[in-house]
């Protein structure tokens, strides 16, 4: 399994590397958040010029919300926020979501056919909102940025920061502002 050969890389890693020691509070005091397509994996630090320890990271599927679970401003994304801006210090957020992301071009029928292939029953998931509507799938990576963006402005467990809204281009790193918070 790839897990063996992730803990024989790190032993030698360890073995032959020191980290330095730094703080949990995030030195930008800022918080992205982002998708977690593999092709952002070392890319996305890259490109934003982003260290260890510069900033908080949160990536969803879709750098997104799911529509169920953004009533109210409660979700796990504005609890990860909550716990960077109250205990970490975080004072401005942006959300970045990416071109080519595969939650914009989600098919449902591929989805059902998938969890059925693995022993899981779509069926509730139909009934209730819906697969294509609980994987948090989007029509336009543009407008999904713009409405995470709004669930966090409005969430009434967080304060007023600034929130921005983002997409980077994932062959070229280049960022596009679509909203400044
Ligand atoms: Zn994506």
């Given amino acids: 399994m790839v897990i063996d050969e992730i803990l024989a890389y790190n032993e030698q890693f360890v073995q032959e590397n020191r980290l330095p020691i730094i703080g949990h509070t995030p030195r930008k005091r800022m918080a992205v958040v982002t998708c977690m397509d593999c092709r952002l994996v070392q890319m996305f630090e890259l490109a934003l010029g982003l260290e260890r320890g510069d900033v908080i990271e949160l990536r969803t599927a ?102 921005h809204g983002l997409v980077i281009d994932i062959e070229t790193g280049k960022l596009e502002m679509v909203e400044r918070g």
């Avoid at 009934?127 to 294509?132: I, L």
């Avoid at 713009?146 to 467990?157: A, F, G, H, L, Q």
Wanted: proline share 7%.
């Fill in 62 to 163: 879709g750098a997104t919300i799911s529509e169920s679970e953004r009533e109210g401003g409660l979700n796990d994304l504005i609890r990860s926020l909550a716990g960077g801006i109250f205990l970490l210090g975080v004072r401005e957020v942006a959300v970045i979501g990416h071109t080519q992301c595969g939650l914009a071009r989600t098919d449902p029928t591929v989805l059902i056919a998938s969890m059925q292939a693995l022993g899981v029953d779509p069926q509730p998931l139909i009934e209730k909102a819906g697969p294509k509507s609980w994987i948090g799938a989007f029509d336009d990576v543009h407008v999904n940025v713009k409405e995470v963006v709004n669930v966090i402005r409005n969430s009434p467990y967080l304060p007023k920061i600034p929130v």
